[in-house]
T-cell receptor, first 113, second 115 residues
Framework: DSGVTQTPKHLITATGQRVTLRCSPRSGDLSVYWYQQSLDQGLQFLIQYYNGEERAKGNILERFSAQQFPDLHSELNLSSLELGDSALYFC????????????FGSGTRLTVV | AQKITQTQPGMFVQEKEAVTLDCTYDTSDPSYGLFWYKQPSSGEMIFLIYQGSYDQQNATEGRYSLNFQKARKSANLVISASQLGDSAMYFCAMSEKTSYDKVIFGPGTSLSVIP
């Protein structure tokens, strides 16, 4: 157990639907990062939050949004889902910077049918 | 522009032998960090080793060592005494201080350890 908890582990939903992925960071970690891993795109950075505030944005679609709550857990909202959104979504956390690497959660496998 | 290059899509190594996984990177930031992660077939991402751009010595963690050649912008991972459990995808990654430490990943190398 890495200490980073992601729920749910698996999600199957239909095109056009909306889903929410949840992440609880490791105790004491202030930064949360979201990544999308698909076969054709590899590991893509989506967004970073630090202590509740958005800190960096990557290749995140407008249909996707995220937030970090006062208790530091984070949610990634995916809407108007398309088949191409099927992927493994990872959350990672770190104390502040990344000098010693992220700690990743086990991921949420999203399948859009 | 591709910032992390891993030129070996797949590698094979005999059990108990050493193997080197190649990684080159591109950055103009003088302060950066380099990482290697392992992803077994189960899917989880496992942090292996870290090298800071100002570190004078190559990082080592057990059977893992990072061959850091700053002038060549190279950060190869060396796994000594390969084990069957080392079969996995290996990702080289980098963070830059000017990018608020977000980590970007290379395309990965699939390593298969042969008994």
């Amino acid at each position: 157990d890495s200490g980073v908890t992601q729920t749910p582990k698996h999600l199957i939903t239909a095109t056009g639907q909306r889903v929410t992925l949840r992440c609880s960071p490791r105790s004491g970690d202030l930064s949360v990062y979201w990544y999308q891993q698909s076969l054709d795109q590899g590991l893509q950075f989506l967004i970073q939050y630090y202590n509740g505030e958005e800190r960096a944005k990557g290749n995140i679609l407008e249909r996707f949004s995220a937030q970090q709550f006062p208790d530091l857990h984070s949610e990634l909202n995916l809407s108007s889902l398309e088949l191409g959104d099927s992927a493994l979504y990872f959350c990672a956390s770190s104390p502040s910077g990344t000098d010693y690497g992220y700690t990743f959660g086990s991921g949420t496998r999203l399948t859009v049918v | 522009a591709q910032k992390i290059t891993q030129t070996q899509p797949g590698m094979f190594v005999q059990e108990k032998e050493a193997v080197t996984l190649d990684c080159t990177y591109d950055t103009s930031d003088p302060s950066y960090g380099l990482f290697w992660y392992k992803q077994p077939s189960s899917g989880e991402m496992i942090f292996l080793i870290y090298q800071g751009s100002y570190d004078q010595q190559n990082a080592t963690e057990g059977r893992y060592s990072l061959n850091f050649q700053k002038a060549r912008k190279s950060a190869n991972l060396v796994i000594s005494a390969s084990q069957l459990g080392d079969s996995a995808m290996y990702f080289c990654a980098m963070s830059e201080k000017t990018s608020y430490d977000k980590v970007i990943f290379g395309p990965g190398t699939s390593l298969s350890v042969i008994p």
